[in-house]
């Protein structure tokens, strides 16, 4: 039986001109969910990293507890480089993009009408996850091109 990847997505960081990728992907497993990273075309032979979870991970970016763990199985003399090129900017990317998500929200709020954001705030409509919000976005620009 084959197992399903999906959701791949590479991370390079480059040390002494030579280029380090890691390459993750989920699969599902029997409780869960399993996140894997992979280390291509480099001289260190390490072995997948995986991290195994039930429903959700709370991670600033997808993948990162799996890719600090991979880090650290790399040599100790090149580590804070690929940690500072990886974690650290993708990190300072996804927060920069949440931040910029947030004001999209904010903006889509403050242009409903008072009785629109009674309805909302009313429906009992909850958000567990960015798909959620995207939703509620999609919502909150109907309504506003509706009342006008």
């Known amino acids: 039986m084959s197992v399903k990847h999906y959701d791949t997505k590479h991370f390079t960081a480059k040390v002494n001109g030579e280029e380090i990728t890691f390459v993750c992907y989920t699969t599902d497993t029997r409780c869960g969910f399993c ?12 072995t997948d990293t995986k991290a195994s979870y039930y429903n959700r991970t709370w991670e600033r970016f997808e993948y990162e507890s799996v890719l600090k763990r991979a880090i650290e199985k790399l040599p100790t003399n090149i580590r804070q480089q690929v940690y500072d090129q990886i974690i650290d900017h993708k990190a300072a990317e996804e927060e920069k993009r949440a931040e910029e998500q947030f004001e ?13 954001k009674a309805r909302l705030a009313n429906s009992g409509i909850e958000m567990h996850s960015e798909s959620d919000v995207r939703g509620v976005m999609g919502l909150m620009a109907l309504m506003t091109i509706m009342q006008k």
């Open 35 to 46: 996140h894997t990273a992979h280390l291509m075309g480099w001289k260190y032979n390490t």
């Open 104 to 116: 999209a929200f904010k903006s889509l709020h403050d242009g409903l009408s008072e009785e629109n």
